[in-house]
C-alpha cells in the first residue's frame, strides 16, 4: 500500500470529552475514503487534525511520508461541515480567491471559476453575493472551493448535506473524476447509504474510537449473506420449515428470509426449487450499519450508537441509521462492489 496520509495513535480531548482517542490508520493514495460514525463519534476532530487545524494531544499525522505541516496542507482541498464563504464577497469573487490561495495563477483561476460555475448551474449566479445563494447552491459553491486548485488528498466533511438527487449524483461524478486522476478525496458522513455507492475504503469509528477500517470488499465479504428476497409460489409454513431459515415475513408480493449462520443461499435456492416456481431470488449481506452494530457490540465498547438499529430482521434497537442494503443476485457471486 501507498499511503498518502497516516494516523499513528492520534488522540484528542476537549476538557473532559476523548473526541478522538488512539486512532491509527492508512489512506492509500488515490482511494475514496469514507469516515462513517454517529453523531458525536470523533469525524470532524480527525478531520480537523488531518487538516492541521486541531493539533493532535498524542501521535501523529504524516501526509506523505512526513509529519503534517502547513506545507501538506496546501496540498489538501477543505469542504467544512459549516458553512465557510466570505459572505460579502461575490461567488466569483470567492471561488477565485480560494484558487489564488493555494497559488493557482490568476487567469488560470479565472478560467476553472467559470467552468465549475458552468458545470454546477450556478454561471448566473457568478455575480450574486454568497449569502444570497440557498444553502444547497451554498454547498455547491463551497465544494467547488475545495476542488477547484486540484489538490492532492481533497477532504470532505459531510459533502452531501442540503444537495438534492441531482446534485448527489453530480457530486459522485466529480468524486469518481478525482479519484480517477490518481488522487485521494477523504469523506465523512454519517449516511451509510452513501459511503457504500462511493466509498472503496472506509473507516467506521464510534466514541472516538476505531471499529473498522480497511477495503470496503473486503469487509463485506466478511458478513455471509443473511437475507434472501424471494418471488414465487410459496406456502409461509412451507418457507419456515425449510432448513437454516430463522425468519420469514411477507412484504407486498415479495417474502423476505433469513438464514442462521449455518445457511447458504445456493441451499436454499436448491430447496426453493423443490417446493415450485422461484420468480424472482436476490440474495443480500448485511448493510454497513448492521456491520457497524455487530462490531460495535463485538469491540466492547460502551453502547451502540444512538439513532442506529440492532442488526436483526426486526431492527431491534430503534430508528436506523439511513442505509440501503448490498445486494447480490444468485450467479453475481463476489461481484458484491
Ligand atoms: P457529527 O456527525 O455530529 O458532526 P462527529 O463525528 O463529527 O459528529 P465531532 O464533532 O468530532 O463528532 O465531536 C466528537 C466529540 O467531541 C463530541 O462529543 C463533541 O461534543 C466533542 N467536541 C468536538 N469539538 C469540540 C469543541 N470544539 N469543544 C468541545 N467539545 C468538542
New binding site residues.
Given amino acids: 500500500m501507498d499511503p498518502i496520509l497516516q494516523l499513528r495513535g492520534v488522540r484528542?480531548?476537549?476538557?473532559r470529552?476523548?473526541?478522538?482517542d488512539g486512532v491509527d490508520l492508512d489512506v492509500p493514495r488515490g482511494s475514496i475514503y469514507g469516515?462513517l460514525?454517529?453523531?458525536?463519534?470523533?469525524?470532524?476532530?480527525?478531520?480537523?487534525m488531518i487538516l492541521n487545524i486541531?493539533t493532535p494531544d498524542e501521535g501523529e499525522i504524516l501526509f506523505d511520508g512526513r509529519r503534517l505541516d502547513r506545507r501538506a496542507t496546501d496540498r489538501i482541498g477543505y469542504l467544512p461541515?459549516e458553512r465557510g464563504l466570505y459572505k460579502r464577497l461575490k461567488v466569483g469573487e470567492h471561488l477565485e480567491y480560494m484558487a489564488r490561495l493555494k497559488g493557482v495563477p490568476a487567469g488560470e483561476a479565472r478560467r476553472r471559476v467559470g467552468q465549475w460555475l458552468e458545470r454546477f448551474e450556478l454561471a448566473d449566479r457568478a455575480m450574486a453575493k454568497t449569502n444570497e445563494l440557498s444553502k444547497g447552491m451554498q454547498q455547491k459553491v463551497q465544494f467547488i472551493g475545495a476542488i477547484i486548485a486540484e489538490p492532492e488528498v481533497v477532504v470532505l466533511?459531510?459533502p452531501f448535506s442540503g444537495l438534492d438527487p441531482i446534485n448527489v449524483e453530480l457530486l459522485r461524478e466529480i468524486i469518481a473524476e478525482i479519484q480517477d486522476s490518481g488522487r485521494t478525496v477523504l469523506f465523512?458522513t454519517?449516511v451509510m447509504e452513501q459511503a457504500e455507492q462511493i466509498c472503496d475504503h472506509i473507516f467506521l469509528?464510534h466514541q472516538?474510537r476505531k471499529v473498522l477500517d480497511g477495503r470496503l470488499d473486503e469487509i463485506v465479504q466478511d458478513y455471509p449473506v443473511d437475507k434472501v428476497r424471494l418471488v414465487g409460489d410459496f406456502q409461509e409454513s412451507a418457507l419456515r420449515a425449510l432448513p437454516h431459515v430463522t425468519t420469514v415475513r411477507r412484504d407486498g408480493n415479495e417474502w423476505k428470509v433469513w438464514l442462521d449462520e449455518e445457511g447458504s443461499p445456493q441451499q436454499l435456492l436448491t430447496e426453493l426449487v423443490k417446493l415450485g416456481r422461484v420468480d424472482l431470488f436476490s440474495a443480500s449481506r448485511p448493510p454497513l450499519s448492521e456491520i457497524f452494530i455487530r462490531e460495535v457490540k463485538g469491540s466492547g465498547a460502551a453502547s451502540p450508537p444512538a439513532g442506529m438499529s440492532g442488526g436483526g430482521p426486526d431492527g431491534a434497537g430503534g430508528g436506523r441509521m439511513e442505509t440501503t442494503e448490498s445486494t447480490s443476485s444468485i450467479g453475481r457471486e463476489g461481484g458484491m462492489r
Fill in positions: 484528542r480531548s476537549f476538557g470529552i476523548q473526541a478522538v469516515i460514525g454517529p453523531n458525536g463519534a470523533g469525524k470532524t476532530t480527525t478531520i480537523r486541531y461541515e466533511d459531510e465523512s454519517h469509528i472516538g
